[in-house]
């Protein structure tokens, strides 16, 4: 059965700053912002382009897994949106067809923004689905770390 889930984060940095460094230059980005979790990011095709495929590599075991591969579906630099498709890795093993669309978006104050993450996925039935509180502390967890790092490296996308 096809199961969404709509999450929000608001975090303290303006928007194009956190689209730059979560998306559009996460191959630069990430394994600096989040060098503790992130050895590296790969891109097979023109990085962070629609069609291209990024393999996120971690340190250690991540939730049971040590990277996540996914397809850039559809990328809108306008609006800060990009569709991804999960092809192997992460929750790939659980869940079928897993989809996350990130809308980065103005927060409520002055420099700061919104992330919405929408998860759609095929759940094999009964205690398959993604649980509202794991999700969000996913989100938190993936984000914080990229919010930090801006905050504390203003030099970093700020023109």
Request: glycine residues 8%; aromatic residues 12%.
């Amino acid at each position: 059965m096809l199961q969404t889930q709509t999450g929000i984060i608001a975090l303290n940095v303006a928007p194009r700053r956190l689209w730059l460094a979560s998306f559009k230059d996460s191959h630069n980005f990430l394994p600096k912002g989040m060098s503790d979790t992130v050895v590296s990011v790969e891109y097979d095709g023109v990085p962070a382009t629609a069609g291209s495929i990024r393999t996120i590599n971690f340190k250690q075991e991540v939730n049971g897994f040590s990277y996540v591969k996914e397809k850039f579906d559809e990328l809108d630099e306008d609006k800060f949106c990009v569709k991804l498709s999960l092809l192997e890795g992460g929750l790939s093993s659980v869940y079928k067809n897993l989809k996350t669309t990130w809308l980065v978006k103005d927060g409520t104050r002055p420099g700061t923004s919104e992330i919405i993450s929408t998860l759609q996925y095929e759940d094999g039935g009964e205690g398959d689905q993604i649980q509202y509180e794991e999700s969000m502390a996913f989100l938190l967890g993936y984000f914080k770390p990229i919010e930090e790092y801006l905050l504390s490296n203003n030099d970093y996308a700020s023109s």
